[in-house]
């Protein structure tokens, strides 16, 4: 076969998946850092009921479910240091641009909420590109679910650490939108100035902000539905949030450094001379608004909670997350108890046997 013609063929095959690597590479750090998932992942438990909320609220219970949480993020990274192909398929979980799918305005009424329903009528291509979180969560659920049902203990917290994670990333404005970085409206860097910026400055404010509003915690009868719910919701928050952030800029003059590394330095320096008006008058602009970035990490708690009570009930509010003992188990005798008996009983009347004193003849 030609060289040029071989060429041709590999190329064909091998452009589709650098076109769709390069669609997802440039998206932002994944939605609320690490503070702000460890923070809905505490919150989300402290709003369970009992008997449930003592299961997870136990300090290393919630020490493994925190790190489990955190997991999500974690492969996306050494996926992306091994420039591997499969970063594409893992980052399109953690968000959902709406309105990159559908040319419906909002509220996005008539979406299909179901997989099958949404590929039917868009592709699957468009979901490679713009996301698949509500679905991921729903498969993290059932896997919940079962778990509970097993009492497979490192199970739970894997999939408990999943629900939370996604639960979380569908809260983040900027993860269901096209505009996730505010390319399209002359606010780019949003993302991570919101995220990262404004919550390490604000961490005290921001850890009150989310205990607001306790509430008993409902069960979810339609997990699907109320997560498309919840995403359209998210979705919503980003206009008044670009808003701020647009005033902020124009009261400040303020830029993020175009060179990523310059950036990243900047959005975790807290005693940035450069960038402290800037977020003073973000924070400022986004309180005259409602705090809509408070309002979303208040919700992403209060509803990973109702995802943790919902799995729960589903599989049979299991009393402890390690597995039952069976029934045969159960109804065996206390072995070794029963031997400390034994034992001494057979010592005793062996040695009075020895120590009989012989008949007389």
Known sequence: MDLGLKFIRAAALVLPVLLLLAAVSDRPALAWGDWGHLEVADEAVQRLPEPLHGLLADEG????????????????EELRKAKSPELARERVKHYFDIDGITSEPFPFAHFPRDRRAAEKEFGKKPFEEHGTAPWVIEDA????????????????FKWAGEVSHFGADLHMPFHCTKNYNGKLTGNTGIHKMLEIGLLVRHKDFYAAEIRKGRAPVPYVEDA????????????????????????????TGYTPPEKVEEADKELDDVNSARAKPYYAAFKSELESRGQPEAAALRDAADHVAQLFYTAWVRAGKPAGLTAPPTAAAAAAPPTIAYWWLV?????LILLSLFRRRPVKG
């Open 61 to 76: 219970a919630l020490r493994r479910l925190k790190a489990a949480s955190l997991e999500p993020d974690r492969r996306v």
């Open 343 to 347: 034992v001494p009983t057979v010592v």
């Open 141 to 156: 659920e059932a896997a919940l679910v079962d778990a509970l049902r097993r009492g497979a203990t490192e199970e739970i």
């Open 224 to 251: 699907e539905g109320r997560l498309f719910d919840w995403l359209i919701v998210a979705n919503s928050r980003a206009a008044p949030i670009l808003e701020a952030d647009t005033a902020a800029r124009l009261k």
